[in-house]
């Protein structure tokens, strides 16, 4: 364990990654915007993303009992090489003339896949490379510059899709991919020891098993993996059609709607500085228990306001990232916390498993009601449903204990038998 945050390792992660970010914020825009331009189809953009999820989240339990056999860095690095290569190919597609929708399906499901194999890789390395004490630091930090790089892949994307098209952008976004892989080559992430029976000697399903069973012998974090499975379930619609209510419903164009998702993550970028430099949600920890709730509420909102005043639609995204961005935080530092190094990367992907499970079906529905179903409708009946969830959410069984460190006791009263090994 290293005993310093800023060591040469976590930094070039950090860095990486910042820099294949930016790329991608602008990157997603294109995509989005290819999309709802070339079709006008709320039902594309829903399947796309419904494409995107459903490959994700089938990969994402192998994804993490992966990251806990093999060397992750090669995992990290493999994902962004890959992923830069699909964008250089869409870019020149595109450029050509010859990018349609089932390629693109395809293009994004590939890279859906890979980010599933990256993200538990990432998560369970951070443990690895910085002390216990700065975990919520290093999350932070981490996100904070992933914050940063997308206000301004966002904002520069949306305004350079009008002005340099949609290859130029599908190009940044390939390329930083590139460059974001070679940077990792550097990093050394120590490798975990398991327990039990040799590595070689067990089945991926084995794994996944054993994963799942850890994660439900904390019965706090089962549950609110649970109550997230529904709560993604009423988010997502609004992000699959927000690109269809900023065009149709507003009749704005990129440059606002890149402008809605900068401020989104600018508000995440405070949550990060709030978090790495006070103690002001350690302190008042019911901002994160009502967290959800807070979210909901502000949503309601959305439908309503003057769709001739954009920075108010600007304005409330912002404070929406800014709750979202000290939810996510700190909750994944408390998971790194309390999991034991050997199982990390199946836990995170088990969690990206439960957490997403819902959303292909909702991806699907809001694709299908986007088309014949007001959008104000649709996002109210969202932010009712997701209030709900958030005040079950706010009343699951031994959440304050589990919010205020002490998770990991519960895992050790409650540790399942490991799975026995494969033959």
Not at 281 to 294: A, E, P, T
Request: with cysteine; net charge positive; glycine share 10%.
């Amino acid at each position: 364990m290293k005993t310093r945050l800023f060591n040469k390792d976590f930094t070039l992660l950090w860095l990486g990654q910042s820099v294949s970010q930016m790329g991608n914020g602008a990157g997603m825009i294109a995509v989005l915007w290819w999309v709802q331009t070339t079709t006008g189809s709320a039902m594309a953009l829903g399947t796309l993303a419904m494409v995107q999820t459903l490959m994700g989240t089938a990969i994402s339990p192998f994804a993490g009992a992966f990251a806990d056999r093999v060397n992750r860095k090669w995992i990290i690095v493999g994902a962004d090489v890959i992923r830069g290569l699909i964008y250089c190919l869409l870019s020149w597609l595109a450029f050509n003339q010859q990018l349609s929708l089932p390629l693109l399906f395809v293009a994004a499901g590939t890279a859906a896949v890979c980010s599933q194999f990256f993200y538990p890789a990432i998560g369970s390395s951070i443990p690895l490379l910085v002390p216990d004490k700065d975990l919520e630091r290093a999350n932070s930090l981490n996100q904070m510059s992933i914050n940063l790089v997308n206000i301004l892949g966002y904002a520069v994307g949306g305004i350079l899709v009008a002005l340099a098209g949609v290859p130029a952008l599908l190009l940044i976004n390939g390329i930083s991919f590139l460059v974001s892989a070679f940077s990792e080559t550097f990093i050394s992430i120590p490798r975990v020891v398991r327990e039990g029976a040799v590595v070689g000697t067990r089945t991926f399903l084995a794994d996944i098993k054993e994963g799942f069973g850890y994660v439900r012998s904390n019965k706090v974090l089962f549950k609110i993996m649970q109550v997230a499975m529904m709560l993604n379930f009423f988010f997502t619609p609004y992000f699959i059609l927000l690109p269809k209510f900023v065009n149709e419903y507003m009749g704005a164009g990129s440059d606002v709607y890149g402008f809605i998702l900068s401020a989104q993550m600018a508000g995440a970028l405070a949550a990060t500085l709030i978090i790495s430099l006070t103690n002001i949600i350690k302190r008042n920890l019911w901002l994160i228990k009502w967290s959800i709730v807070i979210q909901a509420t502000l949503l309601l909102s959305l439908p309503f306001l003057p769709v001739q005043i954009w920075p108010l639609h600007v304005s409330l995204f912002a404070v929406l990232g800014l709750f979202n961005a000290s939810l996510n935080i700190y909750f994944g530092a408390l998971v790194q916390r309390t999991t034991d190094k050997q199982h990390l990367g199946k836990v995170f992907g088990i969690m990206g498993a439960m957490s997403q499970g819902l959303q292909p079906l909702s991806q699907g529905i809001a694709g299908i009601l986007g088309e014949v179903v007001r959008l104000p409708i649709i996002l109210t009946a969202c932010s009712l449903a997701n209030g709900l969830g958030g005040m079950m959410f706010a009343r699951v069984p031994g959440l304050d204990h589990f919010l205020s460190g002490n998770g990991k006791k519960q895992i050790e009263s409650t540790q399942p038998e490991p799975v026995p090994a494969s033959a």
